[in-house]
């Protein structure tokens, strides 16, 4: 069999040779203060980005777009952005605005400017604190007319005379009435968001609506919005559906099934309908139902995803379940922030300015792909074809690439999506993996609520609840005999891992007797000494980060080590503590985590030795280089061996990875969530698993 393995670069070594955009951008003289804090305020030309005017100010984008809420990473000419100055505007070029102090005279401005011939206008005498932005408001005129019709003028001073331009009156133009839709009238100030607000629907919605905003939206504009309103909110009207308002945590999938419709309906019934919906949308649900038709038996597993969905009822888990091998190419999205657009260019000028790969955003997740290549090359020897598709997804909470990438043809036609790994871009991809039927894998978040109600979401990293509960169960089935004591510093401190790791020691050794608990600043040391029973196995649990007392508590039991046979378990930051490292080996220390590696296992050996060769760095934990390997790996196994319907298998699948086995549990009509943890013990000298 051919062994092909197809790679997407959007990448396309990116880091090593984009070239610079050509545009010239041209820092703006003029500086407001808006809100105690300093703007530049700047006109976007044709071509600009966002990135690449957040470098011409030395500031970063994300913080241009906090400074202006109602822009996207789109820019289009001629939108004004305001561009924090911070200190930084007391540059050269700049002349400091004179304060006005109490008592003292005020030096009045002789600048006098005339109006352009032909320009009807009025002169204004600037006031102490005003700004163009205040003259903006005030005369209901854009800030870009008000500059325009002043050239020269940078800094307002206090008595400087500006020109104020006559008010163009624009003639609207007059909407006819259309069914379903009234007509809003655009005010100054208002925004696109704050209608899609008030009247109850999106922006994505209102742009689908009107086409004409995709320009920009004006002052005295006229444009339809939806007629429905909060009080019509799950009312059916006459045309056969149901306006039904969004609740908090609703999402397309979980109203689907609360209604009994496909998605597909809701979906064709609101033309325009975004991919994440939020709370008080009004929506439309067709009342129609579908009439269930009984599947006709098939006697052999079609590879289609949609078949294959519904023949999961006429075969039992075994026969569905066992292995085999399929040979057919299998489409896997990796959508990782790699945050392209901030790199188009490398300086190689004075190398003591060159910064670490660390202080670059592009990096952060570099080595997590670059653990899905290697585990994608294996699989490829081992005679998985499959075609890896690279996107590179938002980072934060933007959602203008995310909603890029879906809305093409690629996406559609893949069997599996590892990512996105922001919150709210996953959460637009979750419903599009809904919709299509399409498994999409989480890699970075703990939260449930992500797996409730959607059963396309696989969630890698367990909950605490869930790391807390395997890792009590793992030690007491290590010390079935032993007296456990929980203890923690204070009465606030990880108060919901003490509970749950109290209530599943309770019911793995069915003797509650047998579980003490203890708040270290309620009886201090002889608190927690009275709990022990001498002659017996004692195990500690010591659920504090507290740097001063664990050092001494250390000490104190490893003296009574032997009178109690004690064993501490502790949490996993005491190793990047300076702790006596004597006590913790004499107390058979003992950790859990979510992710272990073994480095003196043959499989990590050999992961770190490609790794190395590869890409001329060790591989990391904490960047996610083995998170990228183990996942790319364990899902494309599950693939080759139970073909696109892999996902129910996932509860019995045990493939062996480099930093955590997978151990999967699927909620109540919802997705699948990871619940393995590690634990480990300092024996003779290192980490010795406890299995």
């Known amino acids: 069999m051919v062994k092909r393995v197809f790679f997407s670069f959007m990448f396309a070594l990116a880091m090593l040779a984009v070239s610079a955009q050509n545009v010239e951008i041209r820092r703006s003289k003029v500086v407001e203060t808006y809100k105690g804090k300093q703007y530049y305020i700047h006109f976007v030309d044709q071509g600009q980005t966002l990135n690449a005017i957040a470098r011409a100010y030395d500031v970063k984008a994300e913080d241009i777009l906090k400074a202006n809420p109602d822009v996207s990473e789109n820019l289009r000419p001629d939108q004004m952005l305001m561009i924090p100055a911070g200190t930084s505007v007391l540059r050269e070029e700049q002349t400091p605005t004179p304060q006005p102090q109490e008592n003292k005279a005020v030096e009045v401005s002789n600048d006098k400017p005339k109006p352009f011939p032909g320009q009807e206008s009025n002169l204004h005498t600037i006031q102490p604190k005003e700004t163009w932005y205040a003259l903006s408001r005030q005369y209901q005129l854009p800030v870009q007319e008000l500059i325009a019709a002043n050239p020269g003028i940078d800094t307002l001073k206090i008595g400087m005379q500006v020109v104020i331009p006559e008010k163009k ?8 009435a259309r069914e379903g839709f009234k007509i809003h009238h655009v005010a100054p100030q208002e925004t696109l968001y704050g209608i899609a ?3 109850k629907t999106t922006v994505d919605q209102l742009l689908s609506i009107n086409p004409e905003l995709k320009d920009g939206l004006k002052a005295g504009q006229q444009i339809y919005v939806p007629s429905v309103t909060q009080t019509a909110a799950r009312q059916t009207v006459a045309d056969g559906m149901i306006r039904h308002e969004v609740q908090k945590k609703e999402t397309l999938y979980s109203i689907s099934k609360q209604y009994n419709v496909d998605i597909q309906d809701i979906v064709k019934a609101n033309p325009g309908l975004g991919g994440t919906l939020r709370k008080n949308d009004v929506i439309l649900i067709p009342v129609a139902r579908k009439e269930t038709v009984a599947e006709k038996p098939v006697e052999t597993v079609v590879s289609g995803r949609d078949i294959h969905q519904e023949a999961v009822i006429q075969y039992s888990p075994k026969s569905k379940c066992s292995e085999g091998r399929y040979t057919r190419v299998f489409n896997v999205a990796l959508m990782i922030p790699l945050q392209l657009e901030e790199v188009d260019s490398i300086r190689t000028g004075d190398i003591t300015g060159i910064k670490l790969p660390s202080d670059y955003r592009p990096f952060d997740f570099i080595q997590f792909y670059e653990g899905a290549l290697i585990a994608a090359d294996q699989a490829a020897e081992k005679g998985i074809n499959v075609k890896i598709h690279l996107f590179d997804a938002d980072a934060g909470s933007g959602l203008s690439k995310t909603r890029r990438i879906l809305a093409g043809q690629e996406i559609r036609n893949m069997d599996l999506i590892i990512g996105p790994f922001f919150a709210s871009s996953f ?6 993996a809904a919709l299509h039927k399409i498994p999409v894998v989480n890699p970075l978040s703990q939260r449930n609520e992500i797996i409730e109600s959607n059963t396309q979401v696989i969630k890698m990293q367990p909950s605490g609840w869930s790391v807390y509960t395997n890792a009590a169960r793992i030690i007491a089935s290590a010390y079935p005999d032993a007296i456990f004591t929980v203890m923690r510093k204070n009465d606030a401190e990880n108060s919901s891992m003490a509970a749950a790791i109290h209530s599943s020691l309770s019911k793995a050794i069915m003797d509650s007797s047998r579980v003490n608990e203890v708040i270290y600043s309620q009886g201090y040391e ?14 500690v649990f010591m659920l504090t980060s507290d740097k001063a007392l664990i050092p001494a508590l250390l000490r104190r039991l490893n003296d009574e080590r032997e009178k109690y046979g004690l064993v501490v378990v502790g949490l996993k930051d005491w190793e990047d503590m300076e ?9 058979k220390a003992h950790f859990f985590t979510p992710w272990f590696v073994d480095y003196e296992s043959a499989a990590s050996l050999e992961f770190i030795k490609e790794f190395r060769s590869r890409f001329e760095a060790d591989p990391e934990i904490d960047r996610y280089a083995y998170l990228g390997y183990d996942i790319t790996r364990y899902f494309l196994d599950a693939l080759y061996n139970f073909g696109p319907g892999f996902t ?8 062996p990875v480099l930093s955590s086995d997978f151990s999967f549990v699927r909620t109540p009509e919802g997705g699948l969530g990871n619940t393995a943890v590690t634990v480990y013990k300092l024996e003779d000298y290192k980490r010795v698993v406890v299995r």
Do not use: M, W
Request: a neutral charge.
């Open 427 to 432: 959460e637009l991809v979750a419903e599009f």
């Open 197 to 199: 607000t008030a009247s």
């Open 648 to 655: 129910d298998c996932l509860p019995s699948f045990r493939n």
């Open 579 to 587: 702790t006596e490292f004597n006590y913790l080996h004499n107390l």
């Open 526 to 539: 002889s608190g927690l000494l009275k709990k022990l029973r001498p002659g017996k196995n004692n195990v």
């Open 169 to 176: 009156i624009i003639q609207p133009v007059e909407l006819p």
